[in-house]
């Protein structure tokens, strides 16, 4: 199959030759296209193939010129429905990736509608584009319609993947990060703590998302005033991202940094002055 060629050229590190491939195989399925069914079907994966492969090499004009020929060719031939809804959801990421919002919304809201109708229902591809098209009404502060959809991404995930599994626990992540912002600490409070036993179990102890979301858990309890217990999850994030600071050095600065600011809140000057120093000895290394 062509996807798998391209996918294996592109895991040897040969673009060139994965791009050469979906090229061919787009001009040898345009050049026998009819009104056949068949031919129709050919040069609509041959495309999105080839534009797959554009979007991830960040030919980004060019990957929206397939994936746009692409719909255009299922509307007119009364398509493959689930190609239609994949083919939307890779133009909404696309536009997503670029800031294009407004693009992005509607071709989101187009895939969830097309995965919602499909029998039975693609439901872990609406709940992953409910999650990504939340996160553009959460930029727009539409604080309403974010929890609506992060809600509805949980919902079908929990029942889908089990409330261990990394993506649920990722959306409740972004659910207690939507309540943070909007001062809901203890709604922040309930959302962070199942990321972290999510993450813990599914993940580990000792995994940078786990770090990740003792970090936040830390951040919404100090907002409570519960500050014992935020240092210790403070004092967990910073010692996992410690361990892991070639692999995310940024991350490590972040919560370093709120905690820093945490121990001065706190009137632990000395605390917060040594947590400066051992921070930036471990990033000067990396």
Excluded at 192 to 221: F, I
Aim: with cysteine; hydrophobic share 35%; proline share 1%.
């Amino acid at each position: 199959m062509l996807e798998d060629r391209v996918r294996a050229l592109c895991e040897e590190g040969n673009w060139s030759q994965a791009k050469h491939a979906a090229e061919t195989a787009v001009t040898k399925a345009r050049s026998s296209l009819d009104d056949d069914a068949n031919s129709v079907e050919e040069l609509a994966t041959s495309l999105e193939v080839k534009g797959d492969l554009l979007r991830q090499m960040g030919e980004h004009d060019d990957a929206r010129d397939d994936y746009l020929e692409v719909l255009r060719l299922l509307d007119g031939h009364e398509g493959d429905m689930e190609q239609t809804g994949r083919v939307s959801a890779s133009l909404a990421v696309l536009h997503d990736d670029l800031g294009e919002k407004e693009e992005a919304r509607q071709y989101y809201l187009k895939a969830i509608e097309i995965f919602e109708g499909m029998d039975p229902p693609a439901e872990l591809d609406v709940a992953d584009l409910s999650n990504n098209l939340a996160f553009i009404y959460e930029g727009e502060d539409d604080f309403g319609e974010a929890e609506t959809l992060f809600l509805k991404a949980l919902k079908i995930s929990h029942e889908h993947n089990g409330k261990e599994d990394p993506e649920t626990a990722a959306i409740c992540n972004n659910l207690g990060a939507l309540y943070l912002k909007c001062g809901l600490l203890e709604q922040a409070r309930e959302m962070h703590h199942m990321a972290l036993e999510g993450r813990e179990k599914g993940l580990g102890t000792d995994h940078v998302d786990t770090a990740q979301s003792h970090g936040n858990l830390a951040v919404t309890l100090a907002g409570l005033g519960m500050n014992a217990a935020a240092k210790e999850h403070f004092e967990k994030s910073v010692n996992i991202l410690d361990r892991h600071a070639h692999e995310v050095p940024g991350d490590l600065a972040a919560v370093a940094s709120n905690y820093t600011q945490f121990l001065r809140n706190s009137g632990d000057i000395k605390g917060a002055q040594h947590l400066d120093k051992r921070v930036a000895k471990k990033l000067k290394k990396h």
